[in-house]
């Protein structure tokens, strides 16, 4: 299993232009989505996976995972895989009940890393290349996405601080999610700690696939126009000035 002490320190994430309900992210690792989703995804549909410990269903030919698994697959050395696509079935059972076209659209997916017509998913739809370095999700409800993102945010933020800090409110997940539309990009090795305060900084950077460009904007990047603020179990945005940083 490799290192999991802080994770990868930029943060990116892109919503997709076409589909609201779909994000590509640099940053976010296996390990920390499923740390930080609630609740999390009962049962996975393993598409594209190295995981010795699956089950095999007759019915579609898929192996899949059941919750008591999926501790078991957190500590795998996902990033070795490669590819790592899966999506989430809410009944062991639902998989007895996919039709050829269903199944169909899951090896469509697992392929090519978007939906034929409709992936049958219940609320995930994941596919991963080199852990943490290129996330693309596909998501049901974007309520699961704002808190998701929020939580992986704080996740980071106490493994790099090594302190301990509260939830983000739903005002500030808000905004996060709607940065995304804008290519939300954070760089944790930046943040600026006090005593009693830690600033976060924040800017939008535009719409990126490459994510070996992503990786190169933390040296680019000087302004953040955007600070994250917590300060006394409390969270607030300081705004100091345009972003000058996106990029088309």
Not at 19 to 24: K, M
Not at 155 to 172: E, G, M, N, V, Y
Not at 192 to 199: F, H, L
Not at 206 to 222: A, F, N, P, Q, W
């Amino acid at each position: 299993m490799k290192n999991k002490q802080k994770g990868r320190e930029i943060l990116y994430v892109s919503g997709s232009e076409i589909d609201q309900q779909c994000f590509y992210s640099y940053g976010i690792e296996f390990f920390e989505f499923m740390s930080c989703v609630e609740p999390r995804p009962a049962n996975l549909i393993l598409l594209k996976h190295k995981f010795d410990d699956g089950k095999r269903n007759p019915n579609c030919g898929f192996d899949y995972i059941t919750a008591s698994e999926i501790d078991k697959l957190i500590e795998e050395d996902v990033y070795g895989y490669g590819d790592f696509c899966w999506v989430d079935v809410e009944k062991e059972e639902d998989l007895d009940r996919l039709t050829e076209l269903q199944i169909a659209e899951l090896l469509f997916f697992g392929h090519l890393a978007k939906p034929l017509n409709d992936i049958p998913k219940a609320r995930f739809a994941y596919y991963a290349h080199d852990d943490g370095w290129f996330n693309k999700l596909y998501v049901t409800y974007l309520e699961d996405y704002e808190r998701m993102l929020s939580a992986v945010l704080v996740f980071k933020l106490r493994k790099w601080t090594r302190r301990s800090i509260r939830a983000i409110p739903r005002d500030i997940s808000g905004f996060l999610l709607g940065a995304t539309q804008e290519g939300l990009f954070i760089d944790l090795s930046k943040i600026q700690k006090g005593k009693d305060e830690i600033r976060i900084p924040l800017t939008t950077v535009g719409h990126y696939r490459d994510m070996d460009s992503v990786y190169e904007l933390k040296d680019e990047i000087t302004d953040y126009p955007v600070w994250l603020v917590y300060s006394k179990k409390s969270w607030k945005l300081i705004r100091i000035g345009n972003d000058s940083n996106r990029r088309e």
